[in-house]
């Protein structure tokens, strides 16, 4: 929180930051609603006064149990009342504020209709960069929910893939990561032959079939932190041609992975991607960034792309997966998370990146 606090003054938030029920919440205080619903929840973390929480009367016992709740000072207010007077008691009547992403906009707009001369900046806009750099703790986090995707992988392709439709993989991959320990399954997408060609291909009814290349992409919460995989497997023996496209994606992703070193920046690991995929002819084929970052969510920043000048700092985590995708045909993605380490990158994913063969 002291952090936050300095950060936003060094960016000229003189009120400090104003925090909503989301990601932001959670990572800061530990806690969360039960449901995020129209009653005012706000965190404020100000250089003028100690981490002020203000909950509906209602809520409060559960914000007492958060595991941040020592270190903060809590109000409530009571249906009938005002939660906008309520929260312009601490308020700076002309301060400039940082503001969640996920806020309501009715909210927002209770605020600067109380507080007229109060200004605010989305919390990306204003600190990109809040939560990207991962301690100790957060990095033991991913690296548990990193082994559990592997875990969820290694054994997904023990089991027959021909003659069953995606939707029933999809369910065993969702299935599989509950087991190894995730409380949240985020996303399961299981893109068979021509599927495959779709990077967010949501699964369906097709029925995969032999000779087919499935990319298995896949990914949620465990103990509040996230995974996210993605592999390339062949239905029986692959074609020529299903080898040499997978060849290119795998040599691609090597090249990211090994580039990463702090001071570079974002941008420069996604070029590293794209030249080698654009150098083997299939640079059009390659439609979307390279990575993203994650935490307590499976996309967060720093995102790793064309134009993102952000230096890669040690503590940082995100994806590299670099992928080809043949319209109509089919496609081929593989996915690690990395973490910036002072020396370089260390994968927090470690199944093998060979075209795997299922029945």
Request: net charge negative; charged share 20%.
């Amino acid at each position: 929180m002291e952090r936050v606090v300095a950060d936003a003054v060094a960016v000229g938030l003189d009120g400090g930051v104003l925090v909503t029920p989301g990601p932001d919440l959670v990572w800061l205080t530990g806690y969360q609603p039960t449901a995020i619903t129209e009653r005012l929840t706000l965190l404020l973390l100000s250089p003028n006064r100690e981490p002020t929480l203000l909950a509906p009367r209602l809520e409060r016992p559960d914000v007492e149990a958060a595991a941040g709740a020592a270190a903060l000072t809590i109000y409530d207010w009571t249906d009938g009342s005002d939660p906008y007077a309520a929260a312009g008691e601490f308020l700076d009547p002309v301060g400039r504020y940082g503001i969640s992403d996920s806020a309501w906009a009715m909210h927002l707009l209770g605020l600067q209709a109380l507080l007229p001369a109060t200004r605010y900046r989305a919390m990306t806009q204003c600190l990109p960069m809040l939560r990207a750099v991962k301690d100790d703790a957060e990095l033991a986090r991913l690296a548990a929910a990193g082994a559990a995707a592997d875990s969820t992988f290694l054994e997904v392709v023990k089991l027959r893939f021909a003659g069953r439709p995606e939707t029933e993989v999809a369910a065993d991959l969702a299935g599989l990561l509950r087991e190894f320990g995730h409380e949240q399954v985020d996303f399961t997408v299981v893109g068979s032959g021509p599927n495959g060609a779709n990077p967010h291909h949501e699964a369906g009814e097709r029925v995969i079939q032999v000779g087919d290349s499935v990319v298995l992409d896949f990914g949620g919460l465990m103990n509040g932190y996230g995974s996210d995989t993605t592999r390339t497997v062949s239905v029986g023996e692959p074609s020529a041609e299903l080898v040499r496209v997978h060849g290119i994606v795998r040599e691609a992703q090597q090249a990211a992975f090994e580039a990463v070193r702090p001071g570079l920046p974002c941008q420069e690991i996604d070029r590293v991607a794209r030249a080698v995929i654009t150098a083997a002819g299939y640079g059009d084929q390659f439609i979307h960034r390279t990575g993203h970052g994650i935490g307590v969510t499976t996309h967060e920043p720093p995102y790793i792309v064309e134009g993102e000048q952000q230096l890669l700092l040690p503590g940082m985590c995100f994806s590299i997966e670099p992928g080809i995708y043949l319209s109509g045909r089919f496609g081929v993605r593989i996915e690690d998370i990395v973490t910036v380490t002072t020396e370089g990158g260390l994968r927090l994913n470690t199944t093998d990146h060979g075209l795997a063969v299922v029945s």
